[in-house]
């Protein structure tokens, strides 16, 4: 079981430690206050900064700053020259480089590659503050601005284009982000042990360029070094990649994938490519990576080691200012409203949804915090926060409901190579026990000034149906009205490759709900996402999915279309029509038809939205094509009239403010009357 320093191992003596900062600075005027003639290291970011554990650039900041760091932050600059990257000089170790708690991309367009107006990251709403690509633009900047200061890439658009990646907006593979920033060095997942080890070693006068062995890093080397042995990869025929990463000098083994050249033309390589990638990834059992890039290689080093409860609360417990910097005035920034009254109980997922990019850069070990730690921060809200009134608007992760859930056996845990632990089923190793979750939810709910506590996360009901007197807590305490959760499709097809549960766990968790919502008296909701075109879905699982909606009563006033994010398994799927959950082949492999046209693209999401005139016109030629103008009529059995109303048209909707799974999900019950609003700002 592989074991790593304390994060907080290297913090210096107190007295020699500078006083933590009310805000890091952002300007040569507050670095004055400080008394500062340089920063050692300058963050760049295209968020706003709001200095909260729920901000990529203020953990960094503030965890450097644990290390008597001088940290200066350049949030959404000016990029249209260097000017802006000069405002506090140049940093004496290096710049850290993020394009936020979002890819720039994934913030700028939506499925459909319509252009965005608004970026829920940015003062008052505003959209065009960051650039497309936003790392490689500011990597680039910051070069221009300071020649020969190393740059150092982060957060989650570094970590999703850390190899050769299918990108959908241009619709071609791009090469690493490494290769195109012509950064120093990449840190992917979360980045603490990375990012302590890096500043600790680059304060010892070690050049970054010579960091080469840092887990959670990517770094372009020339060649191989002698001493390694290389598993070639490059040939999905090729046995060798079979070696076992127990096999006695595993710790010197390192797995060659497909080059980028290979991947950009052979469409079943991209899927080998990305299955290997996905193989490798428990930081109990991975081996470095390698991919050629023309004539040099970007090689990954292994993942990082997941947190330990201990360095979880100090990550959280720094001091922390809470809100954003003063400099934006009484300016709104959607995403701060949205979190400010949440609390962040945990990180990663072992869901491994094939869509979900949250596996790809937190890893499925859970990482949790204390108790402890947990019930400091609500006193902090309620002491800090303005606008408090007494509601924490969630107390979540990723999911709502993974809190201290783990394999019951670590060793076992370091050898799996699993890609999920609940598909397709969950597994017998792993404590799926709530009772901690439980009693955190009481602990929380009995601290003075508290008034109600709102669970808005995701919850995995297949593992909430294992523990009825969660669900009676959950139900009876902390849902007001609705709540949230995402069976993503009915149909076996798309939820195989989806790796979601069917349908018979939603069913399950509905009756519990249902019986323990009128055990409490309590008049509840159940709102449920989908996804329109995922890789694997045809128009026959639309249609079900569709008449599922109308029996149930369910009417969704925003849908969201499937978008391929970069090193997604679905993204995969989409771009090679191959299931890279099973083996490639050449031949014989599984193949994975996706809607790819915006025409069929639309007929999926329309069928979401049966219950709109808009899309009748569309729906009734698709139904007709498909031999089911059967359920086309008046009939409560039938999806849609044939008749169309005076003024409806098939004009086409666009997707919702943030797209993907971070989009604000608008559901009418019919019948009901109810609007209901949930969502909150996320990476999927």
Known sequence: ML???????HRPDRSVRPKPAPFLP???????????????VIVVTGDAYVDHPSFGMAIIGRLLESQGLRVGIIAQPDWSSAEAFKVLGAPRLFWGVTSGNMDSMVNHYTADRRLRHNDSYTPNDEGGKRPDRAVTVYAQRCREAFKGIPVVLGGIEASLRRIAQYDHWSEKIRRSVLMDSKADMLVYGNAERAIIEIAQRALAGESIREMTDIRGTAIMRSAVPDGWTV???????????????R???????????????????????????????????NPGNARALIQRHGEREVWLNPPP?????????????????????????????????MIRFSVNIMRGCFGGCSFCSITEHEGRIIQSRSEGSILREIEQIRDKTKGFTGTISDMGGPTANMYRLACKDKETESLCRRPSCVFPDI??????????????????????????????????????VRNPEYVKELVTHHVGGYLKIAPEHTEPGPLAKMMKPGMGAY???????????????????????????HPGTTDEDMMNLALWLKRNGFKADQVQTFLPSPMSLATAMYHSERNPLRPVRRTGSEEVLSAKGLRQRRLHKAFLRYHDPENWPILRDALKAMGRSDLIGPGEHQLIPAWQPVGATAKPRETGPKGGKGTTFVTQQSGKGRRVVPGKPGVR
């Open 3 to 9: 074991t790593a320093p304390n994060l907080f191992a």
């Open 26 to 40: 952002m300007s040569r005027a507050e670095m004055d206050r400080l008394g500062w003639d340089q920063c050692d």
């Open 231 to 245: 598993i070639d990869s490059s040939s999905i025929d090729d046995p060798t990649v079979t070696v076992s990463p």
């Open 247 to 281: 096999a006695a000098g595993a710790d010197s083994m390192v797995v060659r994938l497909p080059s980028f050249e290979q991947v950009s033309a052979d469409k079943v390589l991209y899927a080998h490519a990305s299955r290997i990638l996905h193989q490798e990834s």
């Open 305 to 337: 080691i997941p947190l330990e409860t201990n360095e979880m609360d100090g990550v959280y417990d720094f001091a922390y200012a809470r809100a954003p910097h003063p400099s934006y005035g009484d300016a709104r920034i959607p995403a701060w409203e």
């Open 427 to 464: 597994c017998k190793n792993l404590d799926t026990d709530h009772s901690s979750l439980v009693q955190l939810y009481r602990k929380a709910r009995a601290v003075p000034g508290v008034k109600k506590i709102h669970i808005a996360s995701g919850l995995r009901y297949d593992l909430a």
């Open 507 to 533: 069913d399950e968790f509905k009756r519990m709900f249902d019986k323990a919502a009128k055990e409490a008296g309590k008049k509840l909701y159940l709102i449920p996402y989908f996804i329109a075109a």
